[in-house]
């Protein structure tokens, strides 16, 4: 096989999803201690002042101690070239987080075995089944009291509407864990409360038909409890279907404990096995196979501010095709340009290396002065192809803002105008007024303080922000309609996005159905296309 084959072959692409606090940065951090990529745990996020967390970039993030942008993480194991997407782990977390699954191949769901599936998981694997890739899902910190385990596989199948396929079966939990039953080896995974830390973990395994054994291990009454759930297990569950888990229908379940150390190593290797290299990717033009020989990647995310010394701005690209090197001339789709793509780089936490060359799966990091939107096309000049917009996610939270200082003027419109483009907030507009009466709007409140600061600190304009109680958007889909003819309630607001296209935004989900009756014919969509 060529070298060039090999490299996309070895690719594995995937973002880690979970709720705040759910354990996806302790996990992250054992997956790149395997990789060999990290030394100490604490190098991803550290809540103690004296930790910095290295994937936090802005000011206001350190200060709330939280990483509010995703970052892309880099590492080898067992011969697979492995990126993680590390999506913003905040409750009020942006379009970023939505967006970055756009560029994942699969998704990781750490779920919290006490609790179960919580708010910030619903939304995130909504988007991952849009589009349908891969959902594995970690149960974690066993090592704590935790739910029934046949309860938390239950929910996950009834709220996602989705299969689960048990990998593992947990044996006690809390004070008595005493590790898991792999049902492929079927053999048990002995867990040591010692071995907390850094370190491989030196897992005892034992056959689970070799009862002797197994008492003297887990004990008699944990032996007899755990073949009676395995028996069920194997009766009521899902068969294992590998196509139906490639096509997100039947999510492999794993249990096990990231602080510990505990099951990490066998969840890694059964994902790399179960998933697979990136996949051929939609376009206007067609399918693209990312083993057609041919570079062409699209911009998932636009970082301003990652390098404060610096005050520069990276457009963040997943190659879907072919491979990258650096000198050599792309066309930028949408501006209808050549060009050579600046600094192209790769990032681990707060390092950034210059890459020469890089694969279909990989993500790079380029330097953009300005010219590059979410969506955008870079591809070989030959290739005449557009990858199709990423959504625009409807926001939940509205604000008017404007500038305090009226000879800012220009400022205030270049500020606002740069941050809407890096896609961080939305802004509309009320039909011909222009950038006089802005309505911002966020997926996540915080998205207004990153405003207000960056606005502040970049561009030197103090605003006046005032919050709206609007909280459902909708894009008009009737091309031809005049919204000013439209018969709807007071408390509804016609506005425009920044191509022109017409929306509307309601107090309540009661008047846009109101909207729907009085107006026949009337097609409201949650999300536009690019
Ligand atoms: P997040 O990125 O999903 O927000 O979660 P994070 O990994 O930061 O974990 C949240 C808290 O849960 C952390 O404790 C972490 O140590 C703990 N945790 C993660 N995995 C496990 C596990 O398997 N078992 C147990 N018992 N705890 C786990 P913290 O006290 O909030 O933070 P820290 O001071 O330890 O950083």
């Not at 899902?137 to 996602?160: G, H, S």
């Not at 009862?211 to 073949?227: N, Q, V």
């Not at 990091?365 to 591809?379: A, L």
Request: some cysteine; proline content about 4%.
């Amino acid at each position: 096989m060529e070298t060039f084959e090999k490299e996309i072959k070895r690719r594995r692409t995937f973002a880690i999803i979970s709720h705040p606090d759910a354990g996806k940065t302790t996990l992250t951090e054992k997956l790149l201690l395997y990789g060999g990529a990290i030394n100490q745990a604490g190098a991803v996020k550290g809540k103690a002042a004296d930790r910095h967390a290295v994937s936090d970039w802005m000011e206001l993030e350190k200060q709330r101690g939280i990483s509010i942008t995703s970052s892309v993480m880099q590492f080898q194991y067992n011969g697979y070239c492995i990126n993680i997407l590390d999506t913003p782990g905040h409750q009020d977390f942006s379009e970023d987080t939505y967006r970055t699954l756009m560029a994942a191949d699969s998704a990781v769901m750490v779920i919290d075995a006490a609790k179960g599936i919580e708010p910030q998981t619903r939304k995130l694997f909504k988007v991952c089944a849009m589009r349908g890739i891969p959902i594995f899902t970690f149960i974690n910190k066993l090592d704590r009291e935790a739910r029934d385990p046949f309860d938390l596989i239950d929910e996950v199948e009834k709220e996602f509407g989705i299969g689960t396929y048990p990998m593992n079966w947990p044996i006690g939990c809390g004070k008595d864990f005493k590790g898991v039953y792999d049902r492929e080896k079927q053999c048990i995974l002995a867990f040591n409360a010692k071995n907390r830390g850094q370190s491989k973990l030196d897992s005892i395994r034992c056959d689970i038909n070799d009862t002797e054994a197994m008492d003297k291990i887990i004990g008699e009454a944990s032996r007899e409890e755990l073949c009676e759930q395995v028996e069920l297990l194997d009766g009521a569950s899902f068969d294992f279907d590998i196509e139906a888990v490639r096509a997100g229908k039947l999510s492999p379940v794993f249990f096990g404990s990231a602080l510990t150390n505990f099951g990490v190593e066998p969840f890694l290797e059964y994902f790399l096995e179960m998933t697979t290299s990136p996949l051929p990717r939609k376009t206007e033009e067609g399918i693209v196979d990312p083993f057609c020989g041919e570079f062409s990647a699209f911009v998932f995310k636009i970082q301003a501010n990652m390098n404060k010394a610096h005050r520069d701005r990276l457009a963040f690209m997943r190659i879907c095709s072919g491979k990258f090197e650096r000198g050599i001339e792309y066309r930028h789709v949408q501006a209808g340009k050549n060009l050579k793509l600046s600094q192209p780089q790769q990032l681990m936490a707060h390092e950034r290396e210059i890459v020469e060359e890089a694969y279909a799966g990989d993500i790079i990091g380029v330097f953009d002065p300005g010219i590059f939107s979410i969506g955008d096309t870079v591809c070989a000049p030959k290739m005449k192809i557009r990858y199709e917009g990423i959504p625009t996610f409807a926001p939940e939270h509205f604000a008017t803002v404007e500038q305090l200082d009226s000879m800012k003027r220009k400022q205030f419109v270049k500020g606002m105008n740069q941050i809407a483009q890096e896609g961080a907030i939305q802004i509309f507009f009320e039909p011909g007024s222009g950038m006089e009466r802005v309505v911002v709007g966020v997926v996540g409140v915080l998205q207004f303080e990153v405003l207000e600061y960056r606005l502040k600190n970049e561009y030197g304009v103090d605003v006046r922000r005032s919050n709206l109680s609007y909280e459902h958007i909708r894009w008009i889909e009737n091309e031809n309609l005049n919204p000013s003819t439209l018969n709807i309630t007071s408390d509804t607001k016609w506005v425009q996005d920044f191509r022109g296209k017409n929306l509307l935004i309601f107090t309540s989900e009661w008047n846009i159905r109101w909207a729907l009756e009085k107006n026949p014919g009337l097609e409201l969509s949650e999300f536009s296309k690019n």
